[in-house]
């Protein structure tokens, strides 16, 4: 158990290690466990830190770590990149002509409130 929570402590797993000390019971001291008492704590607790993997797994299969796989590929983050940067040109394209329109339309009404006629 040591080991696994120095481990989980190098790797920054700061909520894992959380977890096993919640399920510690520290007012059972434990000179007053039984061997075969010991046996069942530390089965318990190998228990709760498989389970941890198991979730720790699970967890990395859910976004945002599905990206991992684009974001160290320079072909998929190539082709994704291209793939918006179309869309950002043509909706920059089209900003620049509404812009366009509004100055327009600015000097228009602009210029009939100086002059009336």
Do not use: M
Request: hydrophobic share 30%.
């Amino acid at each position: 158990l040591r080991e696994e929570v120095v481990t989980l402590f190098l790797n920054g797993k700061t909520k894992e290690i959380k977890k096993i000390y919640s399920t510690f019971d520290f007012s059972v001291k434990n000179n007053d466990l039984s061997p075969q008492e010991l046996e069942t704590e530390i089965s318990c607790i190998q228990e709760k830190i498989a389970d941890l993997h198991k979730e720790r797994k699970e967890i990395k299969k859910s976004f945002p770590f599905t990206l991992i796989p684009v974001l160290t590929d320079t072909n998929l983050l190539a082709d994704e990149v291209a793939k918006y940067s179309d869309g950002i040109n043509e909706l920059t394209k089209q900003k620049h002509r509404l812009e366009s329109k509004l100055s327009g339309l600015t000097a228009i009404y602009d210029y009939g409130s100086i002059n009336p006629n």
